[in-house]
């Protein structure tokens, strides 16, 4: 069965390419457009990984960690943030919310694939 990715970003070119970049390698893929659609997604699927914008409407993605992180059926669940904000400060905030990683945008397919795999396996 296939390890479940849920991607929050608010841009659906963005998630729709990491659907593209994660299904031919195993995975399966779901998104959500905000922190919000995020949390209920989580709710609704078993996920494996998260990939997580920063900056997002409604709630933004290091609120999103933060309530993952407060929900008990959330935990062991990494999540990646995902940023335009190559910023120590904000990488550092998202870390001490409880992120696992984080990919610079823009990230080449490669990258992701591999952060990806280091933090869940291989999809199948």
Excluded: H
């Excluded at 990258?111 to 199948?124: C, F, N, P, S």
């Amino acid at each position: 069965m296939a390890k479940t990715v849920l991607s929050v970003d608010d841009s659906k070119s963005i998630r729709d390419m990491i659907g593209f970049t994660l299904e031919p390698n195993g995975y399966e893929v779901i998104g959500a457009g905000d922190g919000l659609e995020g949390l209920a997604a989580l709710s609704e699927n078993k996920v494996s990984l998260v990939v997580c914008d920063l900056n997002m409407p409604n709630m933004n993605g290091i609120e999103m960690i933060k309530k993952v992180r407060e929900d008990r059926r959330f935990d062991g669940i990494p999540v990646v943030m995902l940023t335009t904000e190559a910023q120590k400060e904000k990488m550092l905030e998202a870390k001490e919310a409880g992120a696992a990683g984080w990919l610079v945008k823009p990230f080449n397919e490669e990258k992701l694939v591999a952060v990806v795999t280091k933090m869940i396996g291989a999809g199948q």
